[in-house]
Structures are given as C-alpha cells and as structure tokens.
Antibody
Framework: EVRLLESGGGFVQPGGSLRLSCAAS????????MTWVRQAPGKGLEWVTA????????NYADSVKGRFTISRDNSKNTLYLQMNTLRAEDTAVYYC????????????WGQGTLVTVSS | QAVVTQEPSLTVSPGGTVILTCGSS?????????PYWFQQKPGQAPRTLIY???YKHSWTPARFSGSLLGGKAALTLAGAQPEDEAEYYC?????????FGGGTKLTVL
C-alpha cells in the first residue's frame, strides 16, 4: 500500500522558515518524480515544485522560486521542502504526491500538513 | 507563467453526462502537456482520476474518461452519480513546471 505522510507544518511568523517532510512507503521511492502541491484555505490547488527521481532536476512555481527548495533523500525514502522568507500568502495545506512521472505506483497523494504564516 | 482555465461551476442531473474542459493561455492543449484530472471532495486530499490525457487508474470509475477536445483537455462524466459531486482540477505541464486550473465545482442535482 502506497503511503505518503507529510509532517513539519505549523505556525510561523512572516519572514520565518520551516521544513516540511514527506515519508514515503509502499513503492520504490527512488524511481518516482515527487511533487509538492499546496492549497490555501478555501482556494484551489497550486503546483509548487517537483524533483526528479535522482534529485538532479527540480522545477518551481514562480511564486516560490528563490525562497523554497525541494530535495529528497532516497536512502530514507523522504521528500523535503525547505521554505524560507515565508509570507502570509504561503499559508496553505501542503500535499506531497508522486505525480508527474512514470511507473505503476504513481499519482498518490498524502493527507497534507497545514502551514500558517501569521504575526 | 501560463494560465489554465476551467469552468467555475457545472451542474449535471443524476445519470446525465457532462464535459469539463481545461484550456491553456498559450494555445491548444496537447498530449505533450500530459493533462491530469483530479477530484477533491470537501475536507479530503485530492485523488487522481486521469493522467496523460486519457489513462485511468484502477480506482477511477469507468464513467470518467479523458480526451482532447477542441484544443482543450476534457473530462467526460457519463452517468453521473451523487457521489461525483466534488471539485475537479486539471493540471498541465509547461516545460518542466506545471500549472493547475482554477477548478470546476460539479453539482449533481
């Protein structure tokens, strides 16, 4: 059974930093593109960033470029999102998902972790 | 950054057929943009219905299908059920980065 479990969300002041983690199980993590998607309260989904299976290729939405960094540790089956210089508009539920690549165990989503940026 | 457009809301009768569309500000949507469709119900994480334009997962009900139609990606629901009432999002690829549409709120009434 594929499981994606996000953690690390919480309350942070504007300008602060936070690191999210996504623990993966049930599939060969190192073979899959991994993605972070966020959803602000009452709003739609926003694609944030994705990383290739070996970690060598990353892409970012313009809204987070230069502030967020995606990374992965294939030895720990874990995906990360380092979020710096946080703004109020970064407040959202952050989901990890193995969408956007190939493989038979693709296109699963975690349950999300809430990040609140407020003073 | 490209803008992906969806109908804000649609209504379908139980047992009826409805087509949701997904357009791109850059022109016609192509299969090379690997269109995805997701379903999200209130309080739940999204669920992937369709990938790569028209491919279904094992959990995708047979009444859902994906295609390209008139320069857009399309999600057809044939034989709507009450449990299909949800928000539907498409996702398109733009040279590595991806962009979601604003979502379509589907009411089954």
């Amino acid at each position: 059974e594929v499981r994606l479990l996000e953690s690390g969300g919480g309350f942070v002041q504007p300008g602060g930093s936070l690191r999210l983690s996504c623990a993966a199980s049930g599939f060969t993590f190192s073979n899959y593109v991994m993605t972070w998607v966020r959803q602000a309260p009452g709003k739609g989904l926003e694609w944030v960033t994705a990383i290739s299976p070996d970690g060598g290729d990353t892409n970012y939405a313009d809204s987070v470029k230069g502030r967020f960094t995606i990374s992965r540790d294939n030895s720990k089956n874990t995906l990360y999102l380092q979020m710096n210089t946080l703004r109020a508009e970064d407040t959202a539920v952050y989901y990890c998902a193995n969408i956007g690549g190939s493989g038979s165990m693709r296109d699963y989503w975690g349950q999300g972790t809430l990040v609140t940026v407020s003073s | 950054q490209a803008v992906v457009t969806q109908e804000p809301s649609l209504t379908v009768s139980p047992g009826g057929t409805v087509i949701l569309t997904c357009g791109s500000s850059t022109g016609a949507v192509t299969s090379g943009q690997w269109p995805y469709w997701f379903q999200q119900k209130p309080g739940q994480a999204p669920r992937t219905l369709i990938y790569d334009t028209s491919y279904k997962h094992s959990w995708t009900p047979a009444r859902f299908s994906g295609s390209l139609l008139g320069g857009k990606a399309a999600l057809t629901l044939a034989g709507a059920q009450p449990e299909d009432e949800a928000e539907y999002y498409c996702l398109l690829s733009y040279a590595g980065a991806r962009v979601f549409g604003g979502g379509t709120k589907l009411t089954v009434l």
